[in-house]
Structures are given as structure tokens and as C-alpha cells.
């Protein structure tokens, strides 16, 4: 059973344009919603986290929308560069364990 | 200081034999986590070490999986009989406390396994 379902598998844009990752879960216990990036051969790396007492954060050009009586929480990439081309992973978390999206593949087109 | 290390960071087997991967967390890292990650499946948790307390051990999918971590430090991963359903990258994180803390998990780069 997959704890934490995201969409789309996989997404393309061109350069400058604003990606949009969504992520939803039901466990109302996870209170804490990172984002990873993954490079291909290389192991996820944090990019970005929310809790759920806030609706929005922004680091750089990535922010997270948080919805929590929707139990939806999204990644937006500002001005998507060909470099922000990766694997992006949502997260939940109500303890010691992560549960962890399927993933989405991003490529941005110069 | 250096990162999470995992090795090897490839392994291609034959069904029914075992396999061992090894993780070397970041020096001073309590808390210790194993994820497979397979196409398609996002990663998968499969254990968790904290300090000295017994790992939680929920996400191991069989009993031919087994994890130990000695001197609280380096641990190793041991697939028995693999099958090629075992086939994935299996990947490595460590973090400063974990449990709870909110904390960043690093993860190594990896090690990508291949059951024939």
C-alpha cells in the first residue's frame, strides 16, 4: 500500500517554465513533508521540507504548497533550468521512518 | 567531512546465492537507514538503526533479509537466496540523530544489484 501517492510519473518543460510535482497521503500522523532531488547514479539529496503548521515555503526558486485539510502538498520549480533536470521525491514522515512517493522524472528543455 | 559511502557500488549475482553491501554512514551519525529502490517504486523502507536500541526492522521484505551495524558505525546488508525480484538499487542513509528530530537523512550513492 503506498502511503504517499504522487503524480506525475514523469514531466517535461521547456526552460523558465514552472513544473508542478503533487504528492497526497492519508495518515494523519506524518507531520513533517520533505522533497528529495536525485541525480541519475547518485543517491537522493534533501532539497526542500514543510510541516504541516505552515501553507507555503520557498527556498530559491522551489516551494512547497502545503494543503493539510486536503492532505495535499506540491513542489513548484520557479524558472526551471536544464540543470534542475532529475528524479523528484515527495516524503512523509510521523516518526522514525520515512514513506517516500514513486517518484517523478523531470526534464526541462533548453 | 565525507559523505555516506556504499559498497560495491554494482552487483550482478546468480539466484540463490548471497549477497552482502556495506554502508559507511557519516562519522557521527546515530541513526542509520536502508531503502531499496526499485523502477518504478519509489524507495522502499526496509530498516533502521538508532544508536543502540534494537533496529526497527518492519520494512525487511523476507526473512533472507538481514542487517547488522556494528560498533555503531558501519553496517552491512545480507540478501540470502537471492531472487531476481531482489533486483533494485538498494540505498544507504544516515542522519545525526534521527527518531523522531526532523532531521536530513544523506544517502549514499548506492548500490545496484542484479539478481540473474
Known amino acids: 500500500q503506498q502511503q504517499v501517492k504522487q503524480s506525475p510519473q514523469s514531466l517535461i518543460v521547456q526552460k523558465g517554465g514552472i513544473p508542478i510535482i503533487n504528492c497526497a497521503y492519508e495518515n494523519t500522523a506524518f507531520d513533517y513533508f520533505p522533497w528529495y532531488q536525485q541525480f541519475p547514479g547518485k543517491g537522493p539529496a534533501l532539497l526542500i521540507a514543510i510541516r504541516p503548521d505552515v501553507s507555503e515555503k520557498k527556498e530559491g526558486r522551489f516551494t512547497i504548497s502545503f494543503n493539510k485539510s486536503a492532505k495535499q502538498f506540491s513542489l513548484h520549480i520557479m524558472d526551471s533550468q536544464p540543470g534542475d533536470s532529475a528524479t523528484y521525491f515527495c516524503?512523509?514522515?510521523?516518526?522514525?521512518?520515512?514513506?517516500f512517493g514513486t517518484g517523478t522524472s523531470l526534464t526541462v528543455i533548453p | 567531512g565525507a559523505g555516506v559511502s556504499q559498497s560495491p557500488s554494482n552487483k550482478v549475482t546468480e539466484k540463490g546465492k548471497d549477497v552482502e553491501l556495506r554502508c559507511d554512514p557519516i562519522s557521527g551519525h546515530t541513526a542509520l537507514y536502508w531503502y531499496r529502490q526499485s523502477l518504478g517504486q519509489g524507495l522502499e523502507f526496509l530498516i533502521y538503526f538508532q544508536g543502540n536500541s534494537a533496529p526497527d526492522k518492519s520494512g525487511l521484505p523476507s526473512d533472507r533479509f538481514s542487517a547488522e551495524r556494528t560498533g555503531g558505525s558501519v553496517s552491512t546488508l545480507t540478501i540470502q537466496r537471492t531472487q531476481q525480484e531482489d533486483s533494485a538499487v538498494y540505498l544507504c542513509?544516515?542522519?545525526?540523530?534521527?527518531?523522531?528530530?526532523?532531521?536530513?537523512?544523506?544517502f549514499g550513492p548506492g548500490t545496484r544489484l542484479l539478481v540473474l
Open positions: 542513509a544516515s542522519s545525526l540523530v534521527g527518531g523522531g528530530a526532523r532531521e536530513t537523512q544523506y
Open positions: 516524503a512523509a514522515e510521523p516518526g522514525n521512518q520515512f514513506y
